[in-house]
Nanobody, 124 residues
Framework: DVQLQASGGGLVQTGGSLRLSCAASGFIFDDYAIGWFRQAPGKEREVISCIDNSDGHTYYSDSVRGRFTISSDNAKNTVHLQMNSLKPEDTADYYC?????????????????WGQGTQVTVSS
């Protein structure tokens, strides 16, 4: 069975850090791009960062560029999202998804697998 399990969320103060992890199984990890999405209450879902496991290509949205770093541990089939300098507007449910390309995840909303979310709350 395919699984994408996000973890690492929690409550943190403004300026703090969290590290999210997305553990994948059931598909060939190296052939896929993994993306992180978030959705806050009353807002549309937003793709914030992606990494292509086949070539290392990464993407960051303007809202997180310079504060968040995505990385992939291909040996453990896990993608991490290091989130620094967190702001209250980063509060959301965070999800990871797998697709065939970063372009597909970011531009055409084309993903094959979608995981459970993890909640991030940043207090002011």
């Amino acid at each position: 069975d395919v699984q994408l399990q996000a973890s690492g969320g929690g409550l943190v103060q403004t300026g703090g850090s969290l590290r999210l992890s997305c553990a994948a199984s059931g598909f060939i990890f190296d052939d896929y791009a993994i993306g992180w999405f978030r959705q806050a209450p009353g807002k549309e879902r937003e793709v914030i960062s992606c990494i292509d496991n086949s070539d290392g290509h990464t993407y960051y949205s303007d809202s997180v560029r310079g504060r968040f770093t995505i990385s992939s541990d291909n040996a453990k089939n896990t993608v991490h999202l290091q989130m620094n300098s967190l702001k209250p507007e980063d509060t959301a449910d965070y999800y990871c998804a797998a697709g065939r390309s970063v372009y597909g995840l970011v531009v055409t909303n084309d993903y094959d697998y979608w995981g459970q979310g993890t909640q991030v709350t940043v207090s002011s």
